[in-house]
Nanobody, 124 residues
Framework: QVQLVESGGGLVQAGDSLRLSCAVS????????MGWFRQAPGKEREFVVA????????YYADSLKGRFTISRDNAKNTVLLQMNSLIPEDTAVYYC?????????????????WGQGTQVTVSS
């Protein structure tokens, strides 16, 4: 079993930055693709970014590329999401997820494990 715990969310102003962290326990992070999703009030959960287990390949939602950056430290079982130039439309609950697969990573159904989410609120 894999447990994921997100942290780092909060209330910020437009233009600010935040770094979310996902701590993984229960199994080594090394073989899992890791992803971030988000869900805004009244909307469906949407893909943000994913990184393969080796870190060699990353996949970003087109609208977020350039502002968000994912990184992983397999030795520390941690995945980070750096978010810059935040806008109010980034307000959502952000979820960390783990998948044993390396394809169709924009599809939330590929992920077996999920964290509880961390709230990010961006004020204008």
């Amino acid at each position: 079993q894999v447990q994921l715990v997100e942290s780092g969310g909060g209330l910020v102003q437009a233009g600010d930055s935040l770094r979310l962290s996902c701590a993984v326990s229960g199994r080594t992070l090394r073989t899992y693709t890791m992803g971030w999703f988000r869900q805004a009030p009244g909307k469906e959960r949407e893909f943000v970014v994913a990184v393969t287990w080796s870190g060699d390949y990353t996949y970003y939602a087109d609208s977020l590329k350039g502002r968000f950056t994912i990184s992983r430290d397999n030795a520390k079982n941690t995945v980070l999401l750096q978010m810059n130039s935040l806008i109010p439309e980034d307000t959502a609950v952000y979820y960390c997820a783990a998948s044993p697969r390396s394809f169709n990573l924009r599809d939330s159904r590929q992920y077996n494990y999920w964290g509880q989410g961390t709230q990010v609120t961006v004020s204008s």
